[in-house]
């Protein structure tokens, strides 16, 4: 199995700083020669537009964290897009775990696949109840902790791991992007999701949601592998999606988890 997803492995991507500038536009340069994987991330942003206007009120800010080489505001403009690392898609420089933001002037953070490379997880929380207004949330999309999802992220990047049964919240990270846990969903949502509720009483999580599109985001390869099917199988693709969609906790490889500020008079 590891020879085999050595072998799918964008061979431009050897050798490559993950943290470095170098990873970004070989990255970018894979999402735009990717349709499918284009339409996973459209399918994501759609989402999350849904779950903001369903889940969250209030009047402000609608920041994406961790934006990359594929920002929200890319399905819609009115979303900053912000990353700890500048490049030029994005908008703002912003530390999630120390942001450059005034109080209560955020409606909704979004972030895909940015929280597990966040070292200090409190510290995050900590900021969303300044930053947050009342009502307000963060819709954050992870790794899933399913069976298929934790056997396939164990073995899929070397420079993160994913252990279910870390004791801590905080992992030892040399760069943004090196030695994060994909695992830390499960474990703060999860596993200690009381002990979560505890340390930050005004916070509460209102939604969780497993994605169904774990076929697509396979079959594309991602941004670090080689895609291994056409386009023109796409349609067939979302269908056989649709079709397997009661096996979604099995095999599903994201989750959401929405986060939301508490109302004054709640």
Request: proline residues 6%.
């Amino acid at each position: 199995m590891i020879s085999l997803i050595d072998q799918l492995r964008i061979p431009s991507l050897d050798n490559v700083d993950v943290d470095g500038e170098e990873r970004i536009a070989i990255h970018r340069k894979m999402f735009e020669q990717k349709k499918m994987l284009r339409i996973v991330f459209q399918e994501f942003h759609h989402i999350f537009n849904q779950i903001n206007q369903r889940y969250l009120s209030g009047n402000g800010l609608e920041i994406e964290l961790g934006a990359g080489i594929a920002p929200m505001k890319d399905s819609y403009p009115q979303v900053l897009a912000t990353d700890i690392v500048a490049n030029a898609n994005t908008d703002k420089v912003l530390d999630a775990e120390a942001m450059d933001l005034d109080d209560e002037s955020v409606r909704v953070f979004y972030g895909q696949n940015c929280f597990h490379h966040f070292p200090h997880p409190d510290r995050f929380f900590e900021e969303l109840d300044r930053t947050l207004v009342p009502g307000g949330g963060a819709i954050i999309l992870e790794p899933y902790y399913g069976p298929f999802a934790a056997f396939l992220y164990k073995r899929l990047f070397k420079t993160e791991g994913f252990d279910k049964s870390f004791p801590s919240w905080e992992t030892p990270s040399s760069g943004p992007m090196n030695g994060a846990n994909q695992a830390l969903s499960y474990l703060v949502f999860v596993r200690d999701r009381k002990e979560f509720e505890k340390k930050h009483p005004s916070l509460s999580i209102v939604h969780e949601e497993r994605m169904s599109n774990y076929l697509k985001y396979l079959l594309s390869g991602g941004l670090n592998f080689r895609q291994l099917c056409p386009d023109i199988m796409i349609p067939l693709v979302s269908f056989v999606e649709w079709v397997i969609s009661p096996l979604n906790r099995l095999l599903s490889l994201h989750h959401i988890v929405v986060i939301q500020k508490k109302n004054d008079n709640s």
